[in-house]
């Protein structure tokens, strides 16, 4: 459930998330918040995680600390499970929550305006009925005064996210469904604390280390479970499946081991102390982490049939772990030296080059990964003054523009990208300094994080990868181009569809303004959006745009049809008629991911 402030005289956003140090711009997105972000007295805000630990100073008192944090005496005395006299000591940590579980309605709201304002949406639809539901109102009358529960929505999108978890009582893997927020288990008794998922690439099967370190694989579809060999420890072992999707690459007793799944052959390659051994996009070459003649940690590449191994670094320092090979080959990052201190560097093959990642404010940076954009997200610890908590960061590859996104309550949070690198989804609720047992996504375009999973005791998650290529659509007409799913074929010259969804593009020749034509569109005659769609105001390739979704009525036949409609950077010629904006149709699922490559382009 979402927590409400209830802001006070004097206060501004910056104030409020410096509070609770959550990042401003996820503060600004779960509420909506429009430029220059005022907000006004006795106004609710959604309140994002952040550092919810304050450690008690001489002089301290309950009433002090609500009144410092702007909440009821109440709710910290729940919190924290507080009985009468209500005392606290120099010293304790007391957690304070970032507001009261619930919004009271206020004097016009309806369930789909608060549905909206606070991000209850799925697939880009908002979604009022989950409020409902959840708060068990028999409809959707809603009057002031009114104590509601605000639920997080499944986020919709595509792609599925494997997690370690003993919710049931042991360790086994389970898969959740953005689409839907369905949670399934694959294995039963199989998983361990350990255990990581690691997908193919067709998103077909799993490959996991698991009960008596055995190595499996289960096909996601019809849960079968095949036992591919066996190691002499239960550490995190690193596993990697070729870009064909027919080998798995991983070490074990000073060997390579490349097991090729379809033949279940395998060849072993004699190479000592190896660690992190993953494949190049190529489907030929492996890169591996091992210690050099002098026993110091290098990083080397050899040939997936064992021969012409060459060293790629002149490492003088500590050993080289969770090393992470690039999706395009191009780069590599390490963390170094160890778990105490662990510093994040990333190297340029081509050119040897390297770029250290300044990282988090104790030089604790823990779980880096790539995004298929090769941009990386990691894990920071921060505030250990106040129980230790991580900054969910993202930087560049080379080291600039480090951000922090979210705020986990975990030491150290693991987490994984989405399929198009737009999203981050890391593990949380590590209360009492015990292991996580939710699962959380951050977008890096509209930061609101969202609880996806809660219960039980989760160790580790892997979102699924792309289940085909991209393709790009260039229009010489329309003069766009574009990325779309390589299994889409061409029904029309502008249209395009695959069982999952669809795209067509067209211009639109008017003289009024982009909201005017959003909302003609919307609001079209026949209904294609049905009876109340949404609109909402953004950008397009830095040009100014509408993306309109449809409303849960939408005729079934219109396939969750969704548009975005953008303003030409200069209007496009067409047959002799001029044309001011570029319409492009597409599913609900598909809408973002494919505006968010869309680029204008010239006539050759």
């Known amino acids: 459930?979402?927590?409400?402030?209830?802001?006070?005289?004097?206060?501004?956003?910056?104030?409020?998330?410096?509070?609770?140090?959550?990042?401003?711009?996820?503060?600004?997105?779960?509420?909506?918040?429009?430029?220059?972000?005022?907000?006004?007295?006795g106004q609710q805000l959604s309140m994002p995680p952040g550092v919810d630990l304050v450690r008690v100073n001489p002089g301290d008192s309950i009433y002090k600390i609500a009144q410092v944090y702007g909440i009821p005496q109440a709710t910290i005395i729940d919190e924290n499970g507080l009985t009468p006299p209500y005392t606290i000591q120099v010293g304790q940590l007391i957690r304070v929550p970032r507001g009261v579980p619930y919004y009271v309605v206020q004097a016009g709201d309806t369930l789909y305006e608060i549905a909206r304002r606070y991000q209850v949406v799925t697939g880009g639809a908002v979604r009022p009925d989950y409020i409902q539901n959840r708060n068990n109102l028999p409809s959707d009358l809603i009057y002031p005064g009114m104590r509601l529960v605000i639920p997080y929505a499944p986020p919709g999108g595509t792609g599925r996210i494997a997690f370690t978890s003993n919710v049931d009582g042991s360790y086994d893997l389970w898969v959740y469904d953005l689409r839907n927020g369905a949670a399934t288990r694959l294995t039963n008794g199989l998983g361990e604390s350990f255990t990581i998922?690691?997908?193919?690439?067709?998103?077909?099967?799993?490959?996991?280390?698991?009960?008596?370190?055995?190595?499996?694989?289960?096909?996601?579809?019809?849960?079968?479970?095949?036992?591919?060999?066996?190691?002499?420890?239960?550490?995190?072992?690193?596993?990697d499946w070729s870009p064909d999707g027919q080998s798995l690459a991983y070490s074990k007793d000073n060997e390579i081991i490349v097991y090729h799944y379809r033949t279940h052959t395998s060849r072993k390659i004699p190479q000592m102390n190896t660690t992190d051994v993953q494949w190049f996009p190529n489907n030929r070459e492996l890169l591996f982490q091992g210690p050099d003649a002098e026993g110091i940690s290098q990083?080397?590449?050899?040939?997936?049939?064992?021969?012409?191994?060459?060293?790629?670094?002149?490492?003088t320092g500590g050993r080289y772990n969770d090393v992470r090979l690039s999706n395009d080959g191009k780069y590599v990052l390490y963390t170094t030296p160890g778990a105490s201190v662990s510093l994040i560097f990333t190297i340029e093959l081509d050119t040897g080059r390297i770029f250290e990642v300044k990282g988090g404010p104790l030089a604790k940076n823990y779980y880096p990964e790539w995004s298929n954009q090769n941009t990386i997200a990691y894990s920071a610890t921060a505030y250990e003054d106040r129980g230790y908590f991580s900054q969910i960061r993202t930087v560049e590859r080379t080291g600039e523009n480090d951000v922090v996104r979210a705020i986990s309550n975990c030491f150290s949070?693991?987490?994984?990208?989405?399929?198009?690198?737009?999203?981050?989804?890391?593990?949380?609720?590590?209360?009492?300094?015990?292991l996580p047992s939710e699962i959380w996504l951050t977008d890096l375009f509209k930061p609101v994080p969202i609880r996806l999973i809660s219960g039980g005791n989760i160790t580790a998650l892997q979102w699924s990868p792309q289940s085909s290529p991209t393709k790009m659509f260039v229009s010489e007409?329309?003069?766009?181009?574009?990325?779309?799913?390589?299994?889409?074929?061409?029904?029309?010259?502008?249209?395009?569809?695959?069982?999952?969804?669809?795209?067509?593009?067209?211009?639109?020749?008017?003289?009024?303004?982009?909201?005017?034509?959003?909302?003609?569109?919307?609001?079209?005659?026949?209904?294609?959006?049905g009876t109340n769609p949404s609109i909402t105001s953004i950008q397009v390739a830095n040009m100014p745009a509408c993306l309109i979704l449809p409303s849960q009525d939408q005729p079934a036949e219109m396939r969750k049809q969704s548009a975005v409609i953008v303003q030409y950077p200069s209007p496009v010629v067409i047959g002799g008629t001029t044309y001011p904006y570029f319409i492009l149709w597409a599913d609900q699922d598909h809408i973002g991911d494919i505006s968010r490559t869309l680029s204008f382009v010239y006539k050759s």
């Open 1 to 41: 459930m979402q927590h409400f402030y209830t802001v006070r005289s004097g206060e501004t956003v910056a104030i409020i998330a410096q509070r609770w140090q959550i990042p401003i711009s996820s503060l600004i997105a779960a509420n909506n918040l429009l430029p220059p972000y005022t907000i006004y007295v």
């Open 197 to 239: 998922p690691f997908w193919s690439h067709d998103q077909q099967h799993i490959a996991f280390v698991g009960k008596h370190q055995i190595l499996y694989i289960v096909n996601v579809m019809n849960k079968r479970v095949a036992l591919i060999d066996q190691f002499r420890d239960g550490l995190r072992h690193y596993l």
């Open 299 to 315: 990083l080397y590449i050899i040939d997936a049939d064992g021969v012409e191994k060459r060293q790629i670094t002149r490492n």
């Open 413 to 434: 949070a693991p987490l994984t990208w989405s399929q198009d690198g737009s999203k981050v989804a890391y593990l949380s609720g590590c209360f009492n300094q015990g």
């Open 477 to 529: 007409t329309y003069l766009v181009a574009f990325s779309y799913p390589g299994h889409w074929v061409r029904v029309l010259e502008e249209r395009y569809e695959g069982r999952d969804g669809f795209f067509q593009v067209s211009a639109i020749s008017s003289d009024s303004p982009l909201s005017k034509v959003c909302r003609n569109e919307a609001f079209h005659e026949l209904r294609p959006y």
